[in-house]
Nanobody, 124 residues
């Protein structure tokens, strides 16, 4: 089993920044990639960004490219999502997720482990 714990989100004004973290524990050897997803009320869960834990390659959704940065600290089994230039459209519940077989990085159905979610609210 893998446990994922997200840091507390927060509320910021448009143009502001937040950093989320996701700490993994348990059978971390099962983690070869991790992603952040988000879900706004009434909308489907959306992939935001993903990272391969070996090598550190990162990938981003077009909606956040250039504004969000994903990084990892393998010694701490933690990934970080730095979010800059936030806008109200970024308001959502953010979830981190991990999986062992990393073929479809952006497909939520492939992820076996999820965090509890953390709320990010951006006001205009």
């Amino acid at each position: 089993q893998v446990q994922l714990v997200e840091s507390e989100g927060g509320s910021v004004q448009a143009g502001g920044s937040l950093r989320l973290s996701c700490a993994a524990s348990g059978d971390t050897y099962r983690i070869n990639c991790m992603s952040w997803f988000r879900q706004a009320p009434g909308k489907e869960r959306e992939w935001v960004a993903g990272i391969y834990t070996t090598g550190g390659s990162t990938y981003y959704a077009d909606s956040v490219k250039g504004r969000f940065t994903l990084s990892r600290d393998n010694a701490k089994n933690t990934v970080y999502l730095q979010m800059n230039s936030l806008n109200p459209e970024d308001t959502a519940m953010y979830y981190c997720a991990s999986k062992e077989y990393c073929v479809r990085l952006s497909y939520p159905g492939d992820y076996g482990y999820w965090g509890q979610g953390t709320q990010v609210t951006v006001s205009s």
